[in-house]
């Protein structure tokens, strides 16, 4: 048993390492070139609905300190808003912008830059399958749809999505047997270290890790329309990841 628990923690290190699938897809971009610098950055916190979170209700799940299912489905999409805002204001700051979270409605004025988008999905799927089988099974996942503007007009520039899953490595049955993972070889800690080692933000939930990650990516692709309209340095840029 202890070296199947051993064995259970390599695994799961190289389960959190197949976390990092996030990356973009679905470009589209306008052609002109040598476009005004932005004044300012805007950046509008994803909408997102009850509709599109799915939480884990599975076996390993902890027992929730709030027992009503909306107000915790209403937390879980206000924290991966925050994940992924909080991340992509970071990355546009870092390349020398002026940078702001502002609500829905907020006044454009000349030369502002805004990004607005929506999650598509956030789902927590099942930790277990994942740990158990992998392959892909019970996924989790965030995507999103992100839109850039310019003003005036709310002139479109940008439209592309981000995708982010759990990833698709083997799990432990494969690798011990399923009867080392039903006589106790696989534990809720085991996702609890999946959610801590992941990087050094600490996150309550795998899919804010995922809505984080696809914030950075987001400030990553917009790198790289800002260096190619003369926006930044090309030494600034930091490529996105792009997967199809």
């Given at each position: 048993m202890t070296r199947n628990i051993r064995i259970l923690g390599v695994l799961v290190f190289f389960l959190v390492a197949a976390c990092g699938q996030t990356g973009i897809r679905k470009r589209t971009r306008t052609p002109e070139a040598?476009?005004?610098?932005?004044?300012?950055?805007?950046?509008?916190?994803?909408?997102?609905?009850?509709?599109?979170?799915?939480?884990?209700?599975?076996?390993?799940?902890?027992?929730?300190?709030?027992?009503?299912?909306?107000?915790?489905?209403?937390?879980?999409?206000?924290?991966?808003?925050?994940?992924?805002?909080?991340?992509?204001?970071?990355?546009?700051?870092?390349l020398g912008f002026t940078v702001q979270r502002v609500?829905?409605?907020?006044?454009?004025?000349?030369?502002?830059?805004?990004?607005?988008?929506?999650?598509?999905?956030?789902?927590?799927?099942?930790?277990?399958?994942?740990?158990?089988?992998?392959?892909?099974?019970?996924?989790?996942?965030?995507?999103?749809?992100?839109?850039?503007?310019?003003?005036?007009?709310?002139?479109?520039?940008?439209?592309?999505?981000?995708?982010?899953?759990?990833?698709?490595?083997?799990?432990?049955?494969?690798?011990l047997g399923a009867g080392a993972v039903a006589q106790g070889g696989m534990t809720a800690g085991m996702v609890v270290t999946n959610a801590t080692v992941s990087g050094v933000k600490t996150y309550k939930s795998d899919v804010a890790r995922m809505a984080a990650a696809s914030g950075d990516q987001v400030a990553r692709y917009l790198s790289e329309f800002f260096a190619r309209q003369g926006w930044i340095r090309p030494d600034q840029v930091r490529k996105a990841r792009i997967v199809e």
């Open positions: 040598d476009l005004p610098l932005p004044g300012r950055i805007l950046v509008h916190d994803f909408a997102v609905s009850e509709q599109e979170v799915k939480e884990y209700q599975g076996i390993m799940r902890q027992q929730p300190a709030i027992k009503n299912a909306a107000e915790r489905e209403r937390l879980l999409a206000q924290e991966v808003k925050d994940a992924l805002a909080e991340e992509l204001v970071e990355g546009l700051r870092a609500p829905r409605g907020t006044r454009l004025t000349h030369r502002d830059l805004l990004i607005d988008g929506q999650f598509l999905t956030v789902d927590e799927g099942n930790p277990f399958q994942r740990l158990a089988v992998g392959f892909g099974s019970g996924a989790s996942g965030v995507r999103t749809q992100v839109q850039v503007y310019q003003a005036p007009g709310a002139r479109s520039l940008l439209e592309f999505t981000t995708h982010s899953d759990s990833g698709k490595l083997p799990g432990a049955a494969p690798l």
